[in-house]
Structures are given as C-alpha cells and as structure tokens.
C-alpha cells in the first residue's frame, strides 16, 4: 500500500490474476477520493472516484473500496493486463476544499 | 479536444535563471493549479487558483509565481531557479475545487544546473 517516504511500495503480479493497491488516507473530513494511473513520462489519469455516502464503486475491471472506519482505500483490477503497468496514487479531496492530497503511489508491474 | 496542454516538456536552466512554465485548458474550468513530484514522494501544490483574477498558495509556494489572467491560461513562474526545484511539474484543472476529478497535463520535467 502507499505510505510517505523516500521508497514506493512495489506490487508484482502475474497477467490475469487480479490486483489489488491499498491506501491510507489522512483526513477523516475528506468526503471525495479519486484513484489515478499514471504511465511512464505522462501526467496522472482518472480511473475512478467513490464520495464518502458509498462503501464500493465499480467500473470497467475496476472497483474501488472505501472504508471510512480506518480511513482506507482500495483499487482492485481484475484480470490484469500488461497495459496496467503503471504507478497508482489515490487522492483525497473535500467536496468545499480546494486541493487535493495524493498518497505517494504504488508501482504495479504485470508479468507476462 | 485538447484538454490540458503544458510547455515545455523539457527545459534546462542555470541556477538564477528565470522562465515561466505554461499552461493552457481549452474545458472552461474555473479551478486550476500547479504540482510537483519528486521521486519516491507524492505530487506536492504549489499554487492554485479557484477563477480569473484569484490565485492562492498551496503546499510548497517558496520561489515561484502564478497569475491567473483569464480562464484558460495559469502560468507557473520560476524567479530565480534553483537545484532544488529540479522537478517535474503538472498543471491540472477541473471544473471546481471540490468533489470533482481534476485533468492533468503531460508533464514539465525541470533540470536546473
């Protein structure tokens, strides 16, 4: 999972099984949570976000868990694909606030 | 459409050197702001603005300088580089502050010698 320092947590996993990329988020009064992708040498992309009224969010081979309880995230992918590669941030946010703050990330790496 | 567009993708300064980094959003959103990432840490605010005419410091504002003269444009201006700021920089927008999924640009990576 994501935590502050100098090394970014690493997760491996053979094509096709399912992934699974946690985080732990800061602030209790953050109500909105997004989850990015972010390739080698490109800016960070939206995969999907869940507010704080919702436990699970699901999209395309995506599905996102949100445990407000011990303020913790997760970003499961199923069936992984080579093309998920990438380093993943989560992201929180206040629906009045005006930033976001980002975990450190987690590199996954498909084996093929 | 082009989303969020940054200049340049790479630039080499000298220590006390001065340039502006770019960036131009073509989806009509009111807030916009400047990160940082630096290896093994996550992306760090610099600066932000919430509309035309209103910008305010985020995070890490030491050394740089942003105006927000219309709604598609926030350049990032470095006054007098600095190893330290050797760095890659995303603007992103999003049609507010809060609540919604923020767009980023490609990416500034800065070298400064």
């Known amino acids: 999972g994501e935590s502050v320092g100098l090394h970014l947590p690493t997760l491996s996993v053979q094509e096709g099984d399912n992934s699974i990329i946690n985080c732990a988020y800061s602030?209790?009064?953050?109500?909105?949570f997004i989850w990015y992708k972010q390739e080698s040498g490109k800016g960070p992309q939206f995969i999907i976000d869940i507010r704080s009224n919702m436990d699970k969010r699901q999209g395309q081979r995506v599905t996102v868990l949100l445990n407000k309880t011990v303020k913790h995230l997760s970003l499961q992918i199923a069936a992984t694909q080579p093309g998920d590669s990438a380093v993943y941030f989560c992201a929180e946010n206040l629906n009045t606030g005006n930033q976001f703050y980002f975990g450190t990330g987690t590199s996954l790496t498909v084996i093929p | 459409n082009a989303g969020v567009t940054q200049t340049p993708k790479f630039q080499v300064l000298k220590t006390g050197q001065s340039m502006t980094l770019q960036c131009a959003q073509d989806?009509?959103?009111?807030?916009m702001s400047w990160y940082r990432q630096d290896p093994g840490m996550g992306l760090r605010l610099i600066h932000y603005?919430?509309?035309?005419?209103?910008?305010d410091q985020g995070e890490v504002p030491n050394g740089y300088n942003v105006s927000r003269s219309t709604t598609e444009d926030f350049p990032l201006r470095l006054l007098s580089a600095a190893p330290s700021q050797t760095s890659v920089y995303f603007c992103?927008?999003?049609?507010?502050?809060?609540?919604?999924?923020?767009?980023f640009g490609q990416g500034t990576r800065l070298t400064v010698v």
């Open positions: 992103a927008s999003s049609y507010r502050a809060g609540g919604t999924e923020a767009f």
């Open positions: 602030n209790s009064a953050s109500d909105y």
């Open positions: 603005s919430v509309g035309a005419g209103i910008t």
């Open positions: 989806m009509n959103h009111e807030y």
